[in-house]
């Protein structure tokens, strides 16, 4: 109670002795036209810091609202293309500016804004930037940190970011990949003072940097600048724990920075579930996930290196770059299912017990290289290596019972399994432009090289019971399977300039694919006990597989006044060829489509954004629903590929409407899909006496899904204190068409999921989470009404940070779960609490210490219900439960000659 009363008057502390003020106004250039998303914001005069900001809107008019206990502000306007405005303002509660007119700057380059002070946000076309700095952060932020700070960006409790409702799959650091594409390790790593600014672009491959295409506006990309004065020197991060049930982590992160030049060094080792690179300061290594499935011991190693050159070779620009990964994983998993098989006129019960461990080695290896010989001719090489080298062993146990409660068959299975892949991959682009309409000529060309061996050493013993009648069945076998693949691939596109807002677009895509897959089963020899030498010509196999795929395509692409509009149409032609070495067998198959795709999309500056696209999808049957070969490695389930098989076609079509107000600092996001699809391919099965089960595919029309969303958000900013929520409502249907024991059915199922979600903190002292889900779900079934479903689940979280007394963090996750969809017998509810206490020490926080406690109340549990169209399958799997956690962590710096936190 003491405490609570603390934090209200602290809180009162920060509101009581200040006042509102409102400053008004509009802003226009020098001929009169209102500028839209202008950036006006007011600092204090003491230190610089932000007091508040606002855009204007379409009309230039704005309203900035803000709260200080100064008397004087200095206030300012940024434009880009402008004379930044500035002015000293006598502080009350109503200011009205009247008209403010901006005046063109001179020589100003297209990509270069310069202010007299920066401003807490800039919009320009495509691109949001943010200045880091003006964004209040607790003492030693991460990116994280500041990107919850920002109005319209979410940062949900997986570390997964959005902006707008539009999800970020990509961040780099100085327009280059930050070690690899994993955006998670740049967010937990990169520390707020190196940080300049976060700018928020749409997604784009490099080819389309070059070319000045337009990106993937589905999804975005933070590209983060590093300071000057940071952009030389290294900050790094070592952190050791042990724990109860013998539970550990330890995990480092280097960063070394030379202006162009930069080398990350990342290394980590833990039994705990987690990566080791998803480190944060709350919660450490430990996170706040649920521990997945399994438990897992993970040892992790890396090393990324990038470079850039200019006026080097008698060329404009080189840069290099690669990385190197190690990681091993030893999972144990354990489960237990109920598995309940509806068939048209009876059903049957297989209950089963899974066990496993796996041990894995990774070895991954990337370079680039790329060369911009001018300003219109650019050549990059891309090499990938990757090498898993693992074996497992596990132990399986089921049973099929009877609707009657007879026992029909049990089956024990035992394996012993090696696994090498290898993997190599080249790429080589080639772009000419000319001239300067963004005419342009590109060459693509790539090849990929795998090979897949395993040996595994498989027993299995079935028991089946009829009329009083016991039969059993030993499968005592070792199996060799191998397979090579070779992969090529061209790609040639011309894009012609029409006239300054019309583009043609010409290309032409080749594919080339071989493979060859061996698979020799050996049963124990009957003379000798573990020599395996009689080959099962039953379930051996040797095929040879190659594909030809030609998609010819023409488009055109309108861009004006934010309109973007997209129209292609092209031939897809592929033809396969299977030919069964071993029993002397082939087959032939030519797939012909037209492809479609319509794309219109509007997108006001820094405002919002419309878009629906209409595009058409072709897949061809895998090899293993293609082949007529039986495989019988499941004694209880027999599967048979069909060679007849269609090609699946899709129609999708795809809306949205996002629009975000930077002056209010509220934005709605809506999206709908619809698809149809055509010949999809589905499974047809067939159960005889013993309740084996016979599988082949077929093509069946009529499948459909459809996909709604939306989602409204609020963010409030007063001084030190700021609070966000989200409401989202997501719904879906889907319509599929299936086979229970060869008798086709019609299933449906519709599913609707609101949340909320709360933010409320107060700068350096606390920080508050709650959020809801719900979810609801109905199937229906045309057949066997018994089988229709109804359940409701609900989960309850709450995430509480507190950074008060200083120096100190005492941290909280809370997750409640009711799951309605669990067969009796199993829990339906759990409880999973996090708990972390740490206090940091020496000069400038440069040390830590931490007490963290997974699943304090020891509740966790993994219990979960699958419904499938001829199955309801209930799970319970082994998962990471109680365990008590003591860190320490270490973090030292060094920019320009400047050490830090070095104590």
Same mark, same amino acid.
């Given at each position: 109670m003491k405490y609570s009363i603390c934090l209200f008057v602290l809180f009162l502390g920060t509101t009581v002795f200040s006042q509102e003020i409102q400053i008004t106004g509009k802003i226009t250039d020098e001929e009169g036209v209102p500028l839209e998303s202008a950036t006006i914001y007011v600092e204090k005069v003491s230190d610089s810091s932000m007091i508040s900001y606002t855009v204007s809107d379409k009309n230039g008019q704005f309203e900035l609202n803000g709260r200080t206990k100064d008397k004087k502000a200095n206030f300012f306007v940024s434009f880009s293309g402008f004379t930044p405005y500035q002015k000293t303002l006598e502080l009350k509660d109503e200011i009205d500016l009247e008209t403010i007119i901006m005046k063109i700057q001179e020589n100003t380059l297209d990509e270069v804004l310069i202010t007299a002070s920066s401003a807490p946000m800039t919009i320009k076309k495509d691109t949001v930037e943010f200045n880091a700095g003006s964004f209040n952060t607790?003492?030693?932020?991460?990116?994280?940190?500041?990107?919850?700070?920002?109005?319209?960006?979410?940062?949900?409790?997986?570390?997964?970011?959005?902006?707008?409702?539009?999800?970020i799959t990509r961040i780099i650091v100085n327009g280059e990949e930050f070690f690899g594409d994993d955006p998670q390790i740049a967010l937990k790593n990169l520390p707020k003072e190196v940080i300049n600014k976060i700018q928020v672009t749409d997604t784009k491959t490099e080819s389309q940097e070059f070319t000045g295409e337009s990106g993937d506006s589905d999804n975005k990309t933070v590209n983060i600048t590093i300071k000057e004065d940071k952009n030389k020197g290294y900050f790094a991060r070592a952190t050791l724990g042990g724990g109860t049930d013998e539970r550990y982590e330890m995990n480092s992160i280097f960063n070394y920075f030379n202006d162009e030049f930069r080398t990350s060094i990342i290394g980590g080792s833990n039994n705990i579930n987690s990566s080791g690179f998803s480190y944060d300061e709350t919660f450490g290594s430990m996170g706040n996930t649920d521990g997945g499935n399994g438990i897992t011991k993970s040892e992790t190693a890396g090393v990324n290196i990038t470079n850039e050159w200019e006026d080097i070779w008698d060329v404009e620009e080189v840069e290099s770059g690669g990385d190197y990964f190690f990681g091993r994983n030893d999972t144990r998993r354990s489960s237990s299912s109920q598995t309940e098989y509806l068939l048209p006129d009876s059903r049957y019960q297989k209950n089963s017990e899974q066990e496993s461990n796996t041990l894995n080695d990774s070895h991954r290896a990337n370079a680039e290289f790329e060369v911009e010989f001018d300003t219109l001719s650019r050549l990059s090489v891309e090499t990938d290596f990757d090498a898993n080298l693992g074996k497992s062993t596990g132990k399986d146990y089921s049973e099929s019972i009877a609707e009657s409660g007879d026992l029909i068959n049990n089956t024990s299975t035992s394996d012993n399994q090696s696994n090498t892949g290898l993997s190599f991959d080249n790429e080589i682009d080639f772009i000419q432009k000319?001239?300067?309409?963004?005419?342009? *000529?590109?060459?693509?060309?790539?090849?990929?090289?795998?090979?897949?061996?395993?040996?595994?050493?498989?027993?299995?013993?079935?028991?089946?019971?009829?009329?009083?009648?016991?039969?059993?069945?030993?499968?005592?076998?070792?199996?060799?399977?191998?397979?090579?693949?070779?992969?090529?691939?061209?790609?040639?596109?011309?894009?012609?300039?029409?006239?300054?807002?019309?583009?043609?677009?010409?290309?032409?895509?080749?594919?080339?694919?071989?493979?060859?897959?061996?698979?020799?089963?050996?049963?124990?020899?009957?003379?000798?006990?573990?020599?395996?030498?009689?080959?099962?010509?039953?379930?051996?196999?040797?095929?040879?597989?190659?594909?030809?795929?030609?998609?010819?395509?023409?488009?055109?692409?309108?861009?004006?006044?934010?309109?973007?509009?997209?129209?292609?149409?092209?031939?897809?032609?592929?033809?396969?060829?299977?030919?069964?070495?071993?029993?002397?067998?082939?087959?032939?198959?030519?797939?012909?489509?037209?492809? *479609?795709?319509?794309?219109?999309?509007?997108e006001r500056e820094g405002k919002g954004s419309y878009e629906i696209e209409y595009e058409t999808e072709a897949e061809i049957p895998s090899i293993r629903e293609l082949q007529p070969i039986v495989d019988r490695t499941d004694p209880l389930h027999i599967i048979e590929g069909n060679p007849e098989l269609k090609r699946t076609y899709s129609h999708d079509i795809d809306m949205e409407y996002r629009i975000y107000d930077y002056d209010t600092r509220e934005g709605i996001s809506s999206w709908a899909s619809l698809n149809f699809i055509q010949n999809n391919v589905s499974s047809i099965s067939t159960i005889d006496e013993d309740l084996v089960r016979y599988t082949t595919y077929v093509n069946v029309d009529g499948d459909m899904n459809a996909n709604a969303g939306v989602s409204y958000s609020k963010d409030i900013k007063k001084e030190d204190n700021q609070f966000k929520f989200?409401?989202? *409502?997501?719904?879906?249907?889907?319509?599929?068409?299936?086979?229970?024991?060869?008798?086709?059915?019609?299933?449906?199922?519709?599913?609707?999921?609101?949340?909320?979600?709360?933010?409320?903190?107060?700068?350096?002292?606390?920080?508050?989470?709650?959020?809801?889900?719900?979810?609801?779900?109905?199937?229906?079934?045309?057949?066997?009404?018994?089988?229709?479903?109804?359940?409701?689940?609900?989960?309850?979280?709450?995430?509480?940070?507190?950074?008060?007394?200083?120096?100190?963090?005492?941290?909280?996750?809370?997750?409640?779960?009711?799951?309605?969809?669990?067969?009796?017998? *199993?829990?339906?509810?759990?409880?999973?609490?996090?708990?972390?206490?740490?206090?940091?020490?020496?000069?400038?926080?440069?040390?830590?210490?931490?007490?963290?406690?997974?699943?304090?109340?020891?509740?966790?549990?993994?219990t979960r219900r699958i419904i499938e169209e001829d199955y309801i399958r209930d799970t319970n799997n082994l998962i990471l439960t109680r365990y008590a956690m003591f860190s320490l962590s270490y973090k030292f710096s060094n920019f320009g000659g400047r050490a830090k936190n070095n104590s």
């Open positions: 607790r003492q030693n932020a991460n990116l994280e940190d500041v990107m919850k700070k920002l109005p319209g960006v979410e940062v949900d409790r997986d570390g997964n970011i959005s902006i707008n409702g539009k999800p000319f001239g300067k309409g963004n005419a342009f *000529l590109s060459l693509e060309f790539s090849n990929s090289h795998e090979k897949q061996k395993s040996e595994n050493f498989y027993y299995s013993e079935s028991t089946f019971f009829q009329e009083g009648n016991e039969r059993t069945e030993i499968q005592d076998q070792y199996i060799d399977e191998q397979e090579n693949e070779d992969a090529y691939s061209f790609e040639l596109r011309q894009r012609s300039v029409l006239f300054d807002i019309l583009f043609l677009d010409v290309s032409y895509d080749f594919d080339y694919n071989h493979s060859r897959n061996k698979r020799y089963v050996y049963d124990e020899s009957e003379n000798s006990e573990g020599e395996y030498d009689s080959l099962n010509e039953l379930l051996s196999n040797d095929f040879e597989l190659i594909t030809r795929r030609h998609a010819p395509n023409i488009g055109f692409e309108y861009e004006k006044n934010f309109w973007e509009i997209e129209a292609d149409v092209g031939i897809l032609y592929a033809q396969i060829e299977n030919f069964n070495l071993f029993e002397e067998t082939t087959f032939k198959n030519d797939y012909t489509n037209f492809g *479609l795709n319509i794309d219109v999309e509007h989200r409401v989202k *409502l997501d719904g879906s249907y889907d319509k599929n068409i299936g086979f229970t024991n060869a008798v086709k059915f019609r299933a449906e199922q519709f599913s609707l999921s609101p949340n909320i979600r709360l933010t409320y903190t107060i700068e350096d002292i606390l920080e508050v989470n709650p959020e809801y889900d719900l979810e609801y779900q109905s199937s229906q079934y045309d057949i066997n009404p018994d089988r229709n479903q109804d359940f409701t689940n609900h989960r309850l979280g709450m995430e509480f940070v507190s950074y008060w007394p200083e120096n100190m963090l005492f941290a909280n996750d809370f997750s409640y779960r009711y799951l309605q969809n669990v067969a009796p017998g *199993l829990e339906n509810s759990s409880i999973l609490w996090n708990l972390s206490l740490g206090y940091q020490f020496l000069k400038d926080d440069a040390a830590a210490v931490q007490l963290k406690v997974y699943d304090l109340l020891d509740q966790n549990v993994e």
